[in-house]
């Protein structure tokens, strides 16, 4: 362990680090968290995971080291309220701060880093700030008729990357957005890409595959193409369903499109959309929707699926992309932000320039229809992914920690 780190608070304001991804507003940044607490912990850190209660303050030990606080106000409020309680949240916070005596305070997304930094101002621990979304990076790549981040959001972050003792970036794609766009030192930011469990996400996992397909109604012996997110605009389903419509143009393949997760609030409006341009093209059969699904179940997926889609107008990096590549599945994505640095082009997967859907059916067409070039890119990602794990991420994160100075 790091000489003088003993205890560290990591802060996920908005979402719980134990709430199941792919649904409300868990995602990525659940999973990234609660696996780094858990590397933190084997390496002898207590970690603190510290939430807004929803139903009643409570403490939950999660394992050796690792405790979730739940602390007030508590009751159902919607992401734009948070703002609003980010000064109750922080005073709750500050409260357990005295008790425990945090040797860093690490704030994810930005909601967290408002309610906390004035917490590590005052009581002189060094602050660490991930933002894991960024408004500038989302509104730059803004789908049309999605609503942009506000303002408010904007400000926040440019001042929170101003008096973070270290910003924590998962890919050069946001470091260049932090410097261009938000201001944020560049002496302060670090790169530390996320890992994967490539135990839980591997291509043996397909074994399960019949099974998976009779618990979804996903019909035997057509290919699976995966899509896995929150349902938003932002993660743009709407082109993976249209290049699966234009593919019925073309001879060969036809796949089954599996898109697995559910709306964020808000958002059920563009569930019931897809269903209709689905419906509109013709191939409501070949669309499936299974909502969130358990780690276990997602790690099926992946591995039984042919080939895993992610055509997102933004991501900080896409862990998604390195749980497909573990899991034996090559990706096509967005040759966008973070995604150029998760997706290996031509290694472990296939980046895709512009949103056109026929190029997208394009690509996914020649893939599937060639096994050979398929297998070799299923081989290729595996070893890909086998480069990112979460006990490098960890090991990375303790000596950024280790580095800020302590009182």
């Known amino acids: 362990m790091t000489v003088g780190i003993r205890r560290v608070a990591m802060v996920s304001m908005h979402t719980s680090p134990a709430a199941a991804p792919g649904v ?4 990525g940044m659940n999973v990234a968290v609660s696996a780094l607490a858990a590397e933190l912990a084997r390496l002898g850190v207590e970690v603190d995971l510290i939430t807004r209660a929803s139903d009643g303050q409570r403490v939950v030990e999660l394992g050796e080291r690792i405790s979730l606080h739940e602390l007030g106000p508590g009751g159902a409020l919607t992401k734009a309220q948070l703002a609003a309680v980010a000064d109750e949240f922080g005073e709750a916070v500050a409260a ?68 973070a003792a270290a910003v924590i970036a998962g890919s050069t794609a946001e470091v260049d957005c932090l410097i261009d766009h938000v201001g944020a030192p560049a002496e302060n930011l670090w790169v530390i890409p996320p890992g994967v469990d490539t135990g839980l996400f591997s291509p043996e996992r397909a074994r399960d595959a019949t099974a998976f397909r009779k618990r979804h109604g996903i019909p035997l012996g057509r290919p699976i193409v995966a899509l896995v997110g929150r349902v938003q605009p932002l993660k743009g389903q709407e082109l993976a369903v249209r290049a699966v419509g234009a593919m019925r143009s073309f001879d060969g393949q ?59 107008h933004s991501e900080t990096f896409g862990l998604v992309a390195l749980e497909a ?55 290729r990602a595996r070893g890909h992914a086998e480069q990112f794990s979460w006990a490098g991420s960890s090991r990375s994160l303790l000596a950024v920690y280790g580095g800020l100075g302590h009182s």
Request: glycine fraction near 8%; hydrophobic fraction near 45%; include cysteine.
């Open 96 to 163: 357990l701060a005295r008790r425990r005596e945090y040797d860093v305070i690490h704030a994810h997304y930005w909601l967290s880093g408002l309610a906390v930094l004035p917490v590590a101002l005052e009581l002189d621990v060094p602050f660490v700030q991930s933002f894991h979304t960024l408004a500038a990076m989302k509104n730059r790549a803004l789908p049309v008729g999605d609503r942009p981040e506000p303002g408010a959001r904007a400000r926040t972050e440019s001042y929170l990357a101003g008096q």
């Open 254 to 312: 036809d796949p089954v499109l599996v898109i697995a997760g559910e709306p964020t609030p808000g958002e059920r409006a563009y569930l019931t959309f897809l269903r209709g341009v689905a419906h509109e093209l013709g191939i409501d059969d070949s669309v499936h929707f299974v909502g969130a699904l358990d780690r276990d179940e997602l790690a099926v997926l992946l591995a039984s699926a042919a080939l895993c889609v992610m055509p997102s």
């Open 24 to 27: 409300a507003d868990a995602g």
């Open 325 to 379: 590549a573990a899991s034996g599945t090559p990706v096509v994505a967005s040759r966008s932000s973070g995604l150029s640095e998760s997706v290996a082009d031509g290694r472990s997967g296939v980046l895709v320039d512009g949103r056109d859907p026929v190029d997208w059916a394009r690509v996914i067409q020649r893939l599937l229809s060639d096994p050979a070039v398929l297998a070799t890119l299923s081989a």
